[in-house]
Each structure stands twice: as structure tokens, then as C-alpha cells.
């Protein structure tokens, strides 16, 4: 009897070379789109995201093209109590999340994995780039690297368990794009040259602040800029808009650039300072998951990266509790931000991660 796999298929072009490498394969497949919003409720233009109804259009046109069956799952209310509201929740607490590491976690591999259990399917396929093994030696599950660096999304995938990686597959980790694409185009799929999706999929335009002012109903008033002393600079509109780092969309006239570099929400104030303020070299993490390792015993050199887009960097990470993890950098790293992820390696391998609460 043949393997079975549930493709995760968004509609984009890399779900659906996933699905047709699975075909190819001999695995009897079943592609499904995980309907995770209304785009009407959340106020999103179908432009730029990937969960539209031209998204569904172009999954099932691939499906019907290699010749499996296709499904909707309607998702939506996992989707707002895992992802929308933790994002919310998140940044009301003056952090700034990461929903697509959300939705990996509570959605793709969480509550489609369910599914496809329930459904005896051997395995969950999606687009992603990165690679799974198993390595024999500890009998562990690894994570690793895709193979082409600008497109790798290890980090976001750090949760995934050592249950979810032995039933997961991730055809596109030795590929690069533009090999996907020329497959896509020699299959004669519809969304061989479609867009990537951009930016947060149910936020338009990148307008968190708007997104959470209409989402909860509630304003949040303006308050002051201060600098470093507590000098008033100005005004801002509303804490929940901004982010340590920031520079634009400041709306001050100040001889020199300045820079978010915390938030105080009791005192409703956005402190400023200049680039080199916003330099840390230890973070604190919590909600940690490891995959390489069950557990870090002693203090571990590794390279780590506290966002999606950087470039990892050599520390140190000590295990401080069953879920507390402290990284010491070598050298200090700029803007690191609460609410985001802390991603650990070991060359190609995921060591692990979690979620940042503390700076100093």
C-alpha cells in the first residue's frame, strides 16, 4: 500500500511543487487550503495575501491538474484564537510578535497535524524551505537549513516537535526558487509565476495599529516621546504603533535621527535614543522548544538569530529552567525585541528556540 500525505496547499507556487513532487513520488495525495479568515472581516484586499479566494481557485486548479482530491478546512476560529489574538494580545502588552511562526505552530503543524491523524494520512506536506532528518546516532529528528539561504524558513518552523517532524515533509529544501518555478512552468501550473505573499496576511498595508484599534474596538491615546532622561520630545499616537528599533513614522523634528528603544506602558511613553542605545548583548527566553537536544545541560556555543531576516550570530545559550533558555552574544546585537523569536544553531541544525521576554 502506498503513503499517504496531506498537502497544505496555500495556492502559491511552492505548496504546489511540493504536491507534485509528492505525486511524482507515489505517495497517494490530498491537497488541502486552510480557510483561516474572511478577508472582508479582517478588512484585506485580495492583493498580497494568501488566503483569498483566487488562492483557493489556483490550489484546486493544481490539485485537478495532478489528479487529487482537494478540501477546504475551515479554520478560522483556531486561527483567531492562536494567531490573531495572541498578535493583539501581544502587542497591547507593548511586544511585537511573530503570527507566522503562529500559524506554523498552532495551525499547519497543530491543527491540520490533528486532521491528518484522524484521517490515518502517514505524513503533512508543505512548501516550506528546510530539510528534515532523522539523525541515527541519537535517534532525534533534526531540522535543518534549506539548502538555498535566501529562501530558508528554519526559523519559523523551530516548534515543530519531534512527533510533528517524523510525519512532516518539506520537498523544496534542497531546491531553489527558481528551479520550483521552472517546474512550476513545465507542469503548466496557473500560479507558476504568482506572487510571494508579503507582510502579515490579515493586515492591510502593514497598519498593525489600525488592524488592533478596529479589531478590539478600542483607541489608544496618545502619549509622549521622551528621550533617555524623561525630556519630552513630542507626541505619539498611541503606543500600540511602535516598535524598538523604529525610526520612521516618528513625526518629530529633531536635529539627529532617533530611534524606539523601549515602551512604558504604564507611563504611556515611547522613550527614544540614538542607534548605538539600542545595542544588547544577553536575552532571556521562555516558551522554548528543542529539537536537536532534549535538554541543554551545560552552557553551549551556538550561532543564533533574534529575527527572521538576520544574520545568526555567535553566542553562548545556557539553560536556565524546563523553559527558560539565556543567550549571552559575543557581540552586541541591535534592536532585540520582545514578543519575537530567538533561534538557535549548530551549523545547518535547529537547536532549538523561543520567545524573547527579556533584554539586558
Excluded at 523551530?158 to 515533509?169: A, G, M, N, R
Excluded at 496576511?201 to 479589531?215: A, H, L
Excluded at 553566542?315 to 525585541?337: M, S, Y
Aim: include cysteine; charged fraction near 25%; aromatic fraction near 10%.
Amino acid at each position: 500500500m502506498n503513503k499517504t500525505a496531506l498537502i497544505a496547499m496555500s495556492g502559491g507556487v511552492d505548496s504546489s511543487v511540493a504536491a507534485y513532487f509528492m505525486k511524482k513520488a507515489g505517495y497517494d495525495c490530498t491537497g488541502v487550503t486552510m480557510k483561516l479568515f474572511q478577508n472582508e472581516e479582517v478588512g484585506v484586499s485580495r492583493e498580497h495575501t494568501c488566503c483569498s479566494l483566487d488562492d483557493v481557485e489556483d490550489a484546486r486548479s493544481v490539485a485537478f491538474h495532478l489528479d487529487i482530491p482537494f478540501y477546504v478546512f475551515n479554520f478560522s476560529d483556531r486561527f483567531e484564537e492562536c494567531v490573531i489574538r495572541r498578535f493583539v494580545e501581544a502587542y497591547e502588552k507593548g511586544m511585537t510578535p511573530n503570527p507566522c511562526i503562529d500559524c506554523n505552530r498552532f495551525l499547519k503543524f497543530d491543527k491540520l497535524y490533528q486532521r491528518a491523524q484522524e484521517l490515518n494520512l502517514d505524513y503533512i506536506v508543505t512548501g516550506h524551505y528546510a530539510r528534515i532528518e532523522k539523525d541515527d546516532t541519537s535517534g532525534r529528528y533534526l531540522l535543518k537549513k534549506a539548502v538555498d539561504a535566501d529562501k530558508d524558513q528554519s526559523y519559523v518552523l523551530y516548534t515543530l516537535t519531534q512527533e510533528q517532524l517524523s510525519h512532516t515533509q518539506f520537498p523544496l529544501g534542497s531546491m531553489t526558487k527558481q528551479e520550483v518555478r521552472k517546474i512550476a512552468e513545465a507542469q503548466g501550473f496557473v500560479n507558476a509565476r504568482k506572487h510571494d505573499s508579503q507582510d502579515i496576511c490579515f493586515v492591510v498595508d502593514g497598519k498593525y495599529g489600525d488592524f488592533i484599534e478596529n479589531y478590539t474596538g478600542k483607541a489608544f491615546p496618545e502619549g509622549d516621546f521622551v528621550d533617555q532622561e524623561g525630556k519630552v520630545l513630542g507626541k505619539h499616537k498611541g503606543i500600540i504603533r511602535y516598535t524598538i528599533g523604529q525610526r520612521k513614522g516618528l513625526g518629530l523634528a529633531v536635529p539627529e535621527p532617533v530611534y524606539v528603544c523601549s515602551l512604558d506602558l504604564e507611563k504611556n511613553q515611547v522613550v527614544l535614543g540614538k542607534n548605538e542605545d539600542l545595542f544588547s548583548s544577553v536575552l532571556t527566553a521562555s516558551d522554548i522548544n528543542l529539537i536537536s537536544v532534549p535538554e541543554i545541560t551545560e552552557p553551549m556555543r551556538v550561532k543564533a538569530k533574534v529575527r527572521y531576516r538576520q544574520k545568526e550570530q555567535w553566542a553562548t545559550v545556557t539553560q536556565t529552567g524546563t523553559d527558560e533558555l539565556r543567550v549571552v552574544f559575543d557581540e552586541p546585537q541591535r534592536a532585540i525585541t520582545c514578543g519575537q523569536a530567538v533561534v538557535l544553531y549548530d551549523g545547518d541544525v535547529v537547536v532549538g528556540g523561543g520567545t524573547i521576554d527579556g533584554v539586558g
